[in-house]
């Protein structure tokens, strides 16, 4: 369960890597409205991908292997960005990942809870949300001085889903 913890922090690094990076392409391409048209996209975006992916779930709960593939095709809907775009494109690339980002959140929250041990579900919710908003702080803190590229969203896009792929087994029962 450490290590998924681990990778939640690395999922909540790509959001807040990509805020700078929104801010540093407006700078860069002197269209201030994406600063924060690209963080709005993203989670709108998110929105999106969470109803869609309520709708469309199966009746069986989500394996290792499924936040796995999700993981996958997460990192690599960044791989666009790294393509030196006009800010439009930029704005409409900015859907596919974010599309994924609540499905991959809610499937790796899930996995979390099914892994803590009897009673601790709380517990393994709060720890859920703690590594996300420690990514989040570590991915803005990170960007800033990196450039402020979308390479660094990418990478820990990337270091998320490696350790999605490592195998988790669940905790043992507290006695």
Do not use: K, N, Y
Request: one cysteine or more; charged letters at 5%.
């Amino acid at each position: 369960m450490r290590l998924l913890l681990i990778a939640l922090v690395f999922l909540g690094a790509t959001v807040g890597a990509l805020d700078v990076a929104a801010i540093a392409t407006a700078d860069r391409q002197d269209t201030s409205w994406l600063a924060g048209a690209l963080p709005a996209r993203f989670s709108a975006a998110g929105l999106l991908g969470g109803l869609l992916f309520t709708r469309l779930q199966p009746a069986t709960a989500p394996g290792p292997r499924h936040l796995l593939l999700l993981g996958a095709v997460f990192a690599a809907c960044g791989l666009p960005l790294l393509a030196p775009l006009p800010a439009p494109a930029v704005l409409a690339l900015a859907v596919l990942p974010g599309a994924l980002f609540v499905p991959l959140l809610t499937m790796a929250s899930l996995t979390v809870t099914a892994l803590a041990p009897p009673g601790t579900s709380t517990e393994a919710v709060g720890w859920t949300s703690s590594a996300i908003r420690l990514g989040l702080a570590g991915g803005t803190a990170l960007a800033g001085p990196l450039g402020g590229h979308f390479a660094v969203p990418l990478l820990a896009a990337t270091v998320c889903t490696l350790l999605l792929g490592v195998r988790t087994t669940p905790a043992p029962a507290l006695v």
